[in-house]
């Protein structure tokens, strides 16, 4: 395994072993380049001629102790913080923040939810639970949150879309299309929403609306849309006038009433309701003021043919 030599006496002489029983020399064993500068350090500390440099054991007792605080820090839980703590007074403190897409969210909301301190590092700051506490104000639907480094963040938001205004008792809410409510009702911009009252009005206000919303000219005198019994649905008109339409049959009723409208004025008399519940007839309701006045008319009309016969003779 070793290379010999004969010396000029004739004898033959075997590799002065080094560390481990290895040579250093390159004479009898070649090492590979990466291994020759630990061995021959080996081989200095083990023939005692390695000096450690100066400070080396100040240097080394500083580096045991702060490896201890290190791992006492991370098993306690405490890593973090220090993580924190370093990089923010390292030039990674978050300063800058940007967003995008709110609408009915407010900023101040947004921010709340990053729980930023003024000293948190960009480095440690965790922008997936920053993300899910975003999701969870009432309009987000979805957010988007990135971090730019060495100090800005991005907050991208997806809002829902507000459909109409659900009355439930006394209290109103804003839905979205397919009746899932998004917050409590505060006026504004939403004021312009259609108004859908009853149980069941927010899940199946979508398709009804859309019904009206095709017969030209009734859409836009609708003043809300009344669920009843989650089986079928008023009209309440802005004039006052509620227009009780049947389960079955929605689009020949509303077409119905347009023509009896448009012939007859029958949305601009003064009636309370049109009953359209029954397929072979309509029923119209006075309002008290015009039974009062229906009914001072047929009091009168027996002393008016009286007096006329009285005339003739």
Do not use: C
């Not at 989650?230 to 389960?247: A, F, M």
């Amino acid at each position: 395994m070793f290379a010999l030599k004969t010396g000029y006496d004739g004898e033959v002489h075997g590799a002065k072993p080094g560390p481990f029983g290895l040579s250093l020399s390159a004479e009898h064993f070649v090492l590979p380049r990466y291994l020759r500068k630990p061995v021959r350090f080996l081989s200095r500390f083990g023939r005692g001629d390695f000096t450690p440099p100066r400070y080396a054991a100040s240097i080394m007792t500083v580096s045991f102790l702060a490896a201890s605080a290190l791992y006492g820090a991370y098993v306690g839980g405490h890593f973090p913080t220090m993580v924190q703590g370093v990089t923010a007074r390292s030039g990674f403190a978050v300063d800058q923040i940007k967003v995008s897409g709110n609408r009915e969210t407010s900023e101040i909301d947004i921010l709340d939810k990053l729980e930023l301190n003024g000293w948190t590092s960009l480095v440690g700051f965790d922008a997936g639970q920053a993300r899910e506490r975003i999701v969870s104000l009432p309009w987000v639907r979805g957010a988007d949150v990135r971090k730019v480094y060495p100090n800005s963040i991005e907050v991208r938001i997806d809002e829902r879309e507000a459909f109409a205004i659900w009355q439930h008792g006394r209290q109103l809410s804003v839905v979205d299309k397919s009746g899932g409510v998004i917050a409590p009702f505060t006026g504004g911009s939403q004021l312009m929403l259609p108004m859908v009252v009853g149980l069941g009005a927010a899940e199946q206000a979508a398709g009804f609306v859309a019904q009206v919303q095709n017969v030209p000219g009734l859409a836009p005198r609708v003043r809300s849309y009344i669920r009843v019994g989650e089986r079928r649905w008023d009209l309440r008109l802005d004039n006052g006038i509620t227009v009780k339409l049947p389960e079955f049959g929605v689009d020949s009723a509303l077409a119905e009433l347009m023509v009896l409208d448009r012939d007859n004025g029958l949305l601009s008399r003064d009636i309370s309701a049109v009953d359209m519940r029954l397929g072979d007839r309509l029923v119209v309701q006075l309002t008290p003021e015009a039974v009062e006045r229906r009914a001072e008319e047929l009091k009168n009309k027996p002393k008016t043919v009286k007096a006329k016969a009285e005339k003739r003779i």
